[in-house]
Nanobody, 123 residues
Framework: HVQLVESGGGSVQTGGSLRLSCAASGYTDSIDYVAWFRQAPGKEREWVATISKRSVITWYADSMKGRATISQDSAKNTVYLQMNSLKPEDTGMYYC?????????????????WGQGTQVTVS
């Protein structure tokens, strides 16, 4: 079993930056990929980025390319999402999720572990 705890959300002005953190605990050896998803009020959950825990390869949604960087600190079992040039449309609850290998990296249903989320508000 894996537990994920997000932190780092907050309120920023347009053009600002935030770094979100996702701390994993439990059976972390079972994690192959960690992703960030977000959900705005009244909208469907949207994939943001994924990192391969072992190869450190990263993937990004088109909406975040060039503005977000997903990274990890393996010693701390923590994944980060650095977001720059934030826009009001980036507002939402941001969730981290973890999965084993297999299944599409951008599909939330393939992730077996989820955190509680951290709120990001851009105005």
């Amino acid at each position: 079993h894996v537990q994920l705890v997000e932190s780092g959300g907050g309120s920023v002005q347009t053009g600002g930056s935030l770094r979100l953190s996702c701390a994993a605990s439990g059976y972390t050896d079972s994690i192959d990929y960690v992703a960030w998803f977000r959900q705005a009020p009244g909208k469907e959950r949207e994939w943001v980025a994924t990192i391969s825990k072992r190869s450190v390869i990263t993937w990004y949604a088109d909406s975040m390319k060039g503005r977000a960087t997903i990274s990890q600190d393996s010693a701390k079992n923590t994944v980060y999402l650095q977001m720059n040039s934030l826009k009001p449309e980036d507002t939402g609850m941001y969730y981290c999720a973890a999965k084993r290998a297999g299944g599409a990296l951008s599909v939330g249903g393939t992730y077996g572990s989820w955190g509680q989320g951290t709120q990001v508000t851009v105005s």
